[in-house]
């Protein structure tokens, strides 16, 4: 069993930034940021692979948004530049054990309680 912790959410103006955090309490394989707007399906925003570091990311965030990991923290991070009201939304921390990592939710068995970003134009 792995319990993911977030933290980081908040309220930001269009153009601000925020940074995400999500600690995990085991082992990890894969680990993804997801997010979920009002009346809309849960979408992959960012993932990447503990081990190796590679990551891979939505178009809608690519170049504004920073997937990293400290190992020895068990931690992944979320950094997020250039914000726009689009982004708002609850973001899951997600994180999968058994060797896949892609952009679907049930590529993940453990997902946190979610963290509300809310940017304003």
């Known amino acids: 069993q792995v319990q993911l912790e977030e933290s980081g959410g908040g309220s930001v103006q269009a153009g601000g930034s925020l940074r995400l955090s999500c600690a995990a309490s085991?082992?990890?394989?894969?680990m993804a940021w997801f997010r979920q707007a009002p009346g809309k399906e849960r979408e992959g925003v960012a993932r990447i692979y503990i081990g190796s570091g590679n990551t891979d990311y939505a178009g809608s965030v690519k170049g504004r948004f920073t997937i990293s990991r400290d190992n020895a923290k068990k931690t992944v991070y979320l950094q997020m530049n250039s914000l726009k009201p689009d982004d708002t939304a609850m973001y899951y921390c997600?994180?999968?054990?058994?060797?896949?990592?892609?952009?679907?939710?049930?590529?993940?068995?453990?997902w946190g309680q979610g963290t509300q970003v809310t940017v304003s134009s």
């Open positions: 085991g082992y990890t394989y894969c």
């Open positions: 997600a994180a999968g054990t058994g060797g896949i990592c892609a952009f679907r939710s049930d590529a993940y068995r453990y």
